[in-house]
């Protein structure tokens, strides 16, 4: 899988997931924007990638930063051809204990964000008549989990927005998948470990044991080199036969 020179977009890429993705991106001769809020982060994150990478200090809720954003990679390097949109927070709380400014904070960073990310991009796909949208979802996507209200909302959201995307797109040319991650060990995770335990009562390790207990395949925390894998091959595969799509990889904690 060979990516050409073609450009991405990586919102939230300074981290965790969205920089294995970047990472892989430009190993596979793709150029990298690495689009984050945390400005050191990304552009430490770009150093690290190389020239084929550059920083974009992006708040994903805030359209004048997204426009702004997008046209400076379309500047640069004459395209964007593949969207990322993966920023993202976790914040967990009993529905009744959840304040309303936190549930719009994670809410606007997922679902604002893939909107207006995905505005920003298919101005320049459109124009080109091909693109590739990507959007990290999550198990979430598809199935319930105590204390995550906010975050199974959007993410169930995302999944909705990308297959109206993926029919508006067609005929532009413009394919739209969603990947579906179980629990990946990142900072959004070894976070949230400690307070899932604390709301549940439980301890930290049994948190740990139910996570991996569900995987059937290997017992082991999916690694962002596995999401990575699946991102590049969704980003240069080279027909539009996949599209509309939302695949799941958790080493088998869950199962469509
Ligand atoms: P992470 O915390 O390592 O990275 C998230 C990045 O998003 C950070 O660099 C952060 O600065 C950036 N960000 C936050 N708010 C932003 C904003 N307003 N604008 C721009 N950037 C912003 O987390 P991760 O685990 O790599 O998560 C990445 C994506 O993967 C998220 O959408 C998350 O929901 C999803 N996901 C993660 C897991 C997991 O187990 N880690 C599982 C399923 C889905």
């Known amino acids: 899988m060979e990516l050409n020179g073609k450009v991405a977009v990586i919102t939230g890429g300074a981290s965790g997931i969205g ?10 001769g793709g150029r990298v924007a690495i ?6 982060k ?9 020239d084929q990478a550059m920083a974009v200090e992006m708040d994903v809720t805030d359209e004048r930063s997204v426009e702004d954003g997008v046209d400076k990679v379309a500047e640069k390097w004459g395209s964007i051809d593949i969207l990322l949109s993966n920023a993202g927070v976790q914040i967990v709380h009993r529905l009744e204990d959840f304040p309303f400014e936190e549930w719009k904070k994670l809410t606007s960073i997922h679902l604002d964000g893939a909107f207006l990310t995905t505005k920003a991009c ?3 796909m459109y124009k080109q008549n091909s693109g590739v949208l990507l959007y990290m979802g999550s198990v979430h996507s598809k199935e319930a989990s105590p204390l995550k209200s906010a975050y199974v909302a959007a993410k169930h959201g995302i999944l909705g927005l990308a297959r109206v995307m993926a ?3 067609a005929k532009y040319g413009v394919r739209t998948n969603v990947i579906c991650p179980g629990f990946v060990e990142t900072p959004l995770v070894t976070k949230q470990i400690p307070e899932q335990a604390k709301n549940l009562g439980i301890s930290e390790q049994e948190v740990r044991d139910d996570i991996m207990l569900g995987g059937t395949v290997d017992k082991e925390f999916t690694q962002t080199s596995d999401i990575a894998e699946l991102a590049l091959f969704l980003a240069a595969h080279p027909t539009n036969a996949f599209t509309g799509q939302s695949i799941v990889a958790s080493h088998g904690w869950y199962m469509n």
């Open 167 to 169: 029919v508006e797109g």
């Open 35 to 40: 689009a984050d809020i945390d400005e050191g």
């Open 19 to 28: 920089y294995k993705i970047a990472e892989r991106f430009v190993e596979a």
């Open 42 to 50: 990304a552009e430490q994150a770009a150093k690290a990638l190389g």
């Open 122 to 124: 298919i101005k320049h």
